[in-house]
């Protein structure tokens, strides 16, 4: 079974910090992706990433950065901590090879409250 | 832009009962789309997938999707609800045009209530 760990299940940070929120597949999936989850509002992309060091912009990415320095981990980055970015943080990857794109595989969440 | 409704934030059922949870899409082509389950504090759960083959598809838990082109819909149903159901449910297409790394589109989710 494909395993997508995040590093965190809860957080607590306060309002300007700088966030890193880290997750790892097992699986040698060439796509990975990063969502928050909103009430009411379902799943939005914020960023994702189909190779090392490739990256793109989601529908959401105001407020965030990302790395992917090694096919396995893909990093979230809140560059100055606001409240209105209290949320799920919902990482996932998916197998992507000579066209063809598997269904994508979660991680448990991050629950990120920022004070 | 395509999008997905799901119709319903709250479905309530009785135990034994049957589950239908609808979902629409809007796109002119027929894209891949996906029901996944979400229980509570953790990740979404893959519960089926439709990839043009087949336009009833099974899943797992004993949940079925069918696919209806004319109607741009992917309802997903289980003839008989357990307990175990409640969870919330989300309703996802991907796009096949100008979609690198395979992108999907989330519908807002539909919350699934089970009564004894």
């Known amino acids: 079974d494909v395993k997508v760990t995040q590093s965190s299940r809860y957080l607590v940070k306060r309002t300007g910090e700088k966030v890193f929120l880290e997750c790892v597949q097992d699986m040698d999936h060439e796509n990975m992706f990063w969502y928050r989850q909103d009430p009411g509002l379902g799943l939005r992309l914020i960023y994702f990433s189909y190779d090392v060091k490739m990256k793109e912009k989601g529908d959401i990415p105001e407020g965030y950065s990302v790395s992917r320095e090694k096919k396995e981990r893909f990093s979230l980055i809140l560059e100055s901590a606001s409240t209105n970015q209290t949320s799920m943080y919902l990482c996932?990857?998916?197998?992507?090879?000579?066209?063809?794109?598997?269904?994508?595989?979660f991680g448990d969440g991050t629950r990120l409250s920022i004070l | 832009a395509q999008s997905v409704t799901q119709l319903g934030s709250h479905v309530s059922v009785s135990e034994g009962a049957l589950v239908l949870l609808r979902c629409n899409y809007s796109s002119s082509v027929p894209p891949y789309l996906f029901w996944y389950v979400q229980y509570p504090n953790q990740g979404l759960q893959l519960l089926l997938k439709y990839t043009s083959a087949a336009t009833l598809v099974k899943g797992i838990n004993g949940f079925e999707a069918e696919f209806k082109k004319s109607e741009t819909s992917f309802h997903l149903t289980k003839p008989s609800a357990h307990m175990s159901d409640a969870a919330e449910y989300f309703c996802?297409?991907?796009?096949?045009?100008?979609?690198?790394?395979?992108?999907?589109?989330f519908g807002q989710g539909t919350e699934l209530s089970v009564k004894p």
């Open positions: 996802a297409v991907r796009p096949l045009i100008y979609n690198q790394g395979g992108k999907l589109i």
């Open positions: 996932a990857s998916s197998l992507g090879f000579a066209g063809y794109v598997g269904p994508q595989h």
